[in-house]
Nanobody, 123 residues
Framework: QVQLVESGGGLVQAGGSLRLSCAAS????????MGWFRQAPGKGHEFVAA????????YYADSVKGRFTISRDNAKNTVYLQMNSLKPEDTAVYYC????????????????WGQGTQVTVSS
């Protein structure tokens, strides 16, 4: 089973940028599609972005399209989320997870959520 540790969150002003990282342990990391999800206060987990096993295909929620970029480095067992033009509504705890797509929707596949990393965007 892959263990995941998120980092890179923080406090940033609206319009600013952050880069999140997700370090994975386990030899099968490169076999999985990976995703970023987020949970705002009082809300459920929301899909943000996903990337297939090779990094050749990426998928985004409409709310972040054009502002966020997901990437992965399988040699480093790491997934990234570059977040630009941040908005106060992006404030949430961000989680990475192995991901699976059913139809047009993406979901976390297997295991429990990690500790996440807090992103706070001030207006």
């Amino acid at each position: 089973q892959v263990q995941l540790v998120e980092s890179g969150g923080g406090l940033v002003q609206a319009g600013g940028s952050l880069r999140l990282s997700c370090a994975a342990s386990g030899r099968t990391f490169s076999s999985y599609a990976m995703g970023w999800f987020r949970q705002a206060p009082g809300k459920g987990h929301e899909f943000v972005a996903a990337i297939n096993w090779s990094g050749g295909n990426t998928y985004y929620a409409d709310s972040v399209k054009g502002r966020f970029t997901i990437s992965r480095d399988n040699a480093k067992n790491t997934v990234y989320l570059q977040m630009n033009s941040l908005k106060p509504e992006d404030t949430a705890v961000y989680y990475c997870a192995s991901a699976v797509r059913y139809g047009s929707n993406w979901y976390k596949s297997g295991g429990s959520w990690g500790q996440g990393t807090q992103v706070t965007v001030s207006s």
